[in-house]
């Protein structure tokens, strides 16, 4: 019995134990759902879509993007975006270093499936103060096929 911990120490050691995590994840730059990607050098765009009677709009936020190294490509089903957004220094003198630096570079794309068909031939794209806004327009429900009846000629 005298080799157990009593519990006030156990609970102390978890204690310091979540403090150093928190610290460690303090200098990770960390937003939902990206975690993994930017940990390896990559980024994507945080994607808005939203759904009207004749139109699916597509927002991506892209600041840092210019419109040149942007590439989107629909389908009726379908919006993918790709491009990169170029590093640059904000510091002149080459010999200061960054004491934190959370910004991802580099190349990106995403796929969406759509929530409905839409007329890729219809879609317009607006890119202003580092927002892309995509409108395709939907196609209009084709009716369903229907039977026809086949009458006799005597």
Avoid: H
Avoid at 69 to 80: C, F, R, V, Y
Avoid at 85 to 106: L, M, T, V, W
Wanted: glycine residues 8%; aromatic residues 10%.
């Amino acid at each position: 019995m005298d080799d157990l911990v009593p519990f006030g120490d156990f609970f102390g050691d978890l204690d310091e134990m979540r403090r150093r995590m928190d610290r460690i994840f303090s200098t990770i730059p960390f937003q939902a759902g990206r975690f993994g990607k930017e940990m390896k050098g990559g980024w994507y765009p945080a994607v808005d879509m939203e759904e009207s009677d004749k139109e699916v709009i597509v927002k991506a936020e892209l600041p840092g993007v210019t419109e040149k190294d942007i590439n989107i490509e629909a389908t009726p089903d379908s919006l993918s975006l790709s491009g990169k957004r170029n590093e640059y220094s904000e510091i002149e003198d080459k010999k200061a270093g960054y004491i934190r630096k959370e910004r991802s570079f580099g190349q990106f794309s995403r796929s969406f499936p759509l929530p409905a068909k839409v007329d890729p031939d219809g879609a317009q794209a607006n890119f202003k103060d580092g927002v892309l806004e995509i409108k395709l327009p939907k196609i209009e429900k084709r009716p369903k096929g229907k039977r026809i009846d086949i009458t006799r000629e005597d």
